[in-house]
Nanobody, 113 residues
Framework: QVELVESGGGLVQAGGSLRLSCAAS????????MAWYRQAPGNQRDLVAFISSSGSTTYGNSVKGRFTISRDNAKNTVYLQMNSLKPEDTAVYYC???????WGPGTQVTVSS
């Protein structure tokens, strides 16, 4: 089991930037694919960005060109750089590890207009 803890959320104005971090508890982090999901009130949890254990990335259509996912296996950490934030990016952001099947508790991101 890999334990995950997100950080870096907060309140930001539209057009601003935030960087989220997700720290993993085990060195087996490097063999896991990692992803960021988000969930706004009343909505389903949607994929934001994905990075494989080998570093390949994919993004949700709504964040392409604005968000960047990266990982540092030496630090057991995955990042989500979020630029040009919009009010519709407001959600709780969750980190996910596969095949461990682990979720973090989430971090709130609020973008004001």
């Amino acid at each position: 089991q890999v334990e995950l803890v997100e950080s870096g959320g907060g309140l930001v104005q539209a057009g601003g930037s935030l960087r989220l971090s997700c720290a993993a508890s085990r060195s087996s982090f490097s063999t896991n694919d990692m992803a960021w999901y988000r969930q706004a009130p009343g909505n389903q949890r949607d994929l934001v960005a994905f990075i494989s254990s080998s570093g390949s990335t994919t993004y949700g259509n709504s964040v392409k060109g604005r968000f960047t996912i990266s990982r540092d296996n030496a630090k057991n950490t995955v990042y989500l750089q979020m630029n040009s934030l919009k009010p519709e990016d407001t959600a709780v952001y969750y980190c996910y590890a596969r095949p461990a099947g682990s979720w973090g508790p989430g971090t709130q991101v609020t973008v004001s207009s």
